[in-house]
């Protein structure tokens, strides 16, 4: 059974920062794309940033320069530094795991709310 538990949200002034986790089980850490998305209400959940294997990051322009996503493959975790929030980061934060072409899976997903 795959899960994906993430942890580490929570409620934030602007300009604070908070670092998210997702531990992994049940998958093959490595053969995944690990990613991280957001979701307000009404909107279409959002990639936030994602990392490959090999430690290759992709980063949405709203967060670039912000964010730092990386990964512990021997850990099964991945990890989203956020720095300088702003209250349009708030959301629920949601982990993927992505083999692609083949199969993802999501976590519960985790609340970030930055007050301002």
């Known amino acids: 059974q795959v899960q994906l538990v993430e942890s580490g949200g929570g409620l934030v002034q602007a300009g604070g920062s908070l670092r998210l986790s997702c531990v992994a089980s049940?998958?093959?850490?490595?053969?995944?794309?690990m990613g991280w998305y957001r979701q307000t209400p009404g909107l279409q959940r959002e990639l936030v940033a994602e990392v490959a294997s090999d430690g290759f990051a992709n980063y949405a322009d709203a967060v670039k320069g912000r964010s730092t996503i990386s990964r512990d493959n021997a850990k099964n975790t991945v990890l989203l530094q956020m720095n300088s929030l702003k209250p349009e980061d708030t959301a629920v934060y949601f982990c993927r795991a992505e083999k692609p072409g083949v199969e993802n899976h999501w976590g519960q997903g985790t609340q970030v709310t930055v007050f301002s």
């Open positions: 049940g998958i093959i850490f490595n053969e995944y794309i």
